[in-house]
């Protein structure tokens, strides 16, 4: 199974689907995390490069660069699943339909050339207003999260996602230990055999 975490930076992605992971692990399942972007590759070198301000991409090239970042893990995401582990994943293919229409960009088109990564079973929206985002992060911030306005129309693109695929939404403003609990009892019933 594929499970992806999405949410604004500052949500608690990264957190929770630790978490996550952890617990699946400690109830018996082999579970892996994959993050995205994936700052240990080629292209996740030049997407931190570009998002600290050292290169200059336009809102296309750095969408293509998010969804190639994706297809450069492709074969280790797919050996994971068929090799039977659950694979949570820390932002995926939804990230960059939300931040590339929040750019302008077509959604349609976002999710036409990520057609042919692993689609995720279960969606978690870790929802979240984005000036708590930047309360929660003020300093050392790269240029998306400075920018409300463009958060503003991220967490638009992501509730429309959320409620044409069915993904399961969780207040982010909780305490980390109560998202946790409301993700593994989500996690959980999609897990139990009916």
Do not use: H
């Amino acid at each position: 199974m594929l499970i992806a975490i999405e949410g604004l930076d500052q949500s608690g992605k990264a957190t929770q689907a630790e978490r996550l992971r952890d617990q699946l692990r400690e109830g018996g399942a082999r579970a892996r995390l994959a993050s995205f972007p994936d700052y240990g590759t080629s292209i996740g070198e030049e997407i931190a490069r570009a998002l600290q301000g050292e290169r200059e991409y336009g809102f296309e090239a750095m969408q293509l660069l998010y969804v190639a970042n994706r297809y450069e893990r492709k074969a280790d995401l797919e050996r994971w699943l068929v090799g039977g582990l659950t694979v949570v994943c820390d932002r995926y293919v939804a990230s960059s339909i939300a931040y590339g229409e929040a750019q302008g960009l077509d959604a349609s088109w976002l999710a036409d050339i990520q057609r042919f990564l692993p689609a995720p079973e279960l969606t978690i929206l870790l929802d979240i207003d984005p000036e708590l985002a930047a309360e929660r992060k003020a300093t050392g911030r790269d240029r998306y999260e400075r920018d409300l306005a463009l958060l503003e129309r991220v967490r638009d693109s992501y509730t429309r996602q959320a409620e044409q695929a069915d993904w399961v939404s969780v207040n982010g403003d909780q305490t980390k230990d109560a998202v946790t609990a409301e993700i593994m009892s989500i996690v959980s019933a999609r897990l139990s055999p009916a």
